[in-house]
């Protein structure tokens, strides 16, 4: 803690510093994801892509493993300007900018293309553009695949398998709800003890993307991998408005061509760490189930209609998304 408060106070002063020389301003950019993470991957090609369009004039500086702070600490160095951007959860953005519960209704895309011609359209823009009242300014989405059902004893292929079965959520009320509505016992419990909490029967499983289930090693003590794909939460690339205010019309052109150039080889590197998470699992005897998706979708129905009772305002956009 000491160490990032120390760090901290040094990228105030270099933040406020290196913008007063007009040869070079720097952005500080920290995220809590591992440099192995194919997310990370993708912030190294907006690191690239910026350097080579602006001719070094706008430098990135990379801070990765959470070396200041969760994704909710780092936003909100975001706001006061300490900090020039990041990459977090669509999922924690919710706390800040209510748009973006949105992208965590279940079942809300029908597959991979139509969640990136949603992101990439006028919609996904929109809801970008939202965030800038708040000073947090979406620049792209990166693909952070879909998150499905682990457990270590009993196999999920129906849900009413969830059935007194105590899962592990994010601290997230559209994510305990899906659980609930399935039959399940959400239990949000911190992602560091979960390992711990599967191991020693706290929890009977978990849910989340391939590439975690693998690097978080909970693919060691979880024999079944229930591939219902019940959610699709994207990872946004953020800058703060404070330091976006302090670039050229030039400049600004040229962060949000690296930032929508990044996504899309981003998206690459997901889908090669999507495969190699799955092969990592089955060579460990993870036994990988595609059930019939519509059975868990049908389930989680009630999850829509309580969002819409307490964003009404939201309704037409959800409509407009299932549309599309």
Same mark, same amino acid.
């Given at each position: ?54 001719? /070094?004039? %706008? ?8 070396? %200041? ?5 780092? +936003?909100?160095?975001?706001?006061? /300007? ?6 977090? &959860? ?12 949105? +992208? /965590?209704?279940?079942? +809300? ?6 969640? *990136? ?21 979406? %620049? ?20 009413? $398998? ?22 399940? #016992? ?26 975690? @289930? !693998? #690097? ?11 591939? $219902?794909?019940? &959610? ?10 404070? *330091? ?24 690459? *590197? ?14 460990? /005897? ?8 519509? %059975? ?5 129905? #009630?999850?829509?209609?309580? @969002? ?9 956009? !959800? ?6």
């Amino acid at each position: 803690m000491k160490y990032k408060i120390q760090l901290i106070a040094i990228l105030v002063i270099s933040f406020s510093s290196c913008n007063k020389q007009e040869e070079k301003k720097v952005l500080y950019l920290g995220h809590t994801l591992p440099q192995t993470h194919p997310v990370h991957k993708g912030i190294l090609e907006f690191q690239k892509a910026l350097t080579k369009k602006s001719g /070094g004039t %706008l430098e990135i500086r990379i801070f990765p493993d959470a070396q %200041l702070g969760s994704e909710r600490e780092v +936003l909100e160095l975001l706001q006061i /300007g300490s900090v020039a951007a990041t990459k977090v &959860s669509a999922a924690t953005l919710s706390n800040f900018v209510p748009e973006y519960h949105i +992208l /965590g209704i279940p079942y +809300l895309f029908r597959s991979k293309q139509h969640q *990136f011609d949603v992101l990439e359209g006028d919609i996904g823009k929109s809801i970008l553009e939202k965030g800038s009242k708040f000073w947090l300014r979406g %620049l792209c989405y990166y693909d952070a695949g879909s998150r499905s059902f682990y457990t270590s004893e009993k196999a999920i292929r129906t849900p009413e $398998d969830l059935e007194g079965l105590k899962i592990r959520v994010m601290n997230n009320q559209m994510a305990i709800n899906m659980v609930n509505s399935m039959g399940g #016992s959400a239990t949000p419990i911190s992602y560091g003890e979960l390992y711990t909490a599967i191991q020693q029967g706290v929890v009977d499983g978990a849910e989340n993307n391939p590439p975690s @289930f !693998v #690097s978080s090693n909970h693919y060691e003590i979880s024999k079944y991998y229930t591939l $219902d794909q019940h &959610s699709s939460v994207p990872d946004v690339l953020v800058i703060g408005t404070k *330091f976006w205010k302090k670039l050229s019309e030039e400049e600004r052109v040229w962060v949000q061509e690296a930032a929508d150039e990044s996504s899309q080889a981003q998206k690459v *590197f997901w889908n090669e760490s999507v495969e190699e998470s799955m092969n990592i699992a089955k060579k460990a /005897g993870v036994e990988v189930i595609i059930p019939e998706k519509s %059975l868990f979708a049908e389930k989680s129905k #009630s999850v829509v209609e309580e @969002f819409i009772k307490e964003f009404p305002e939201m309704a037409t956009i !959800v409509t407009q998304i299932k549309n599309q």
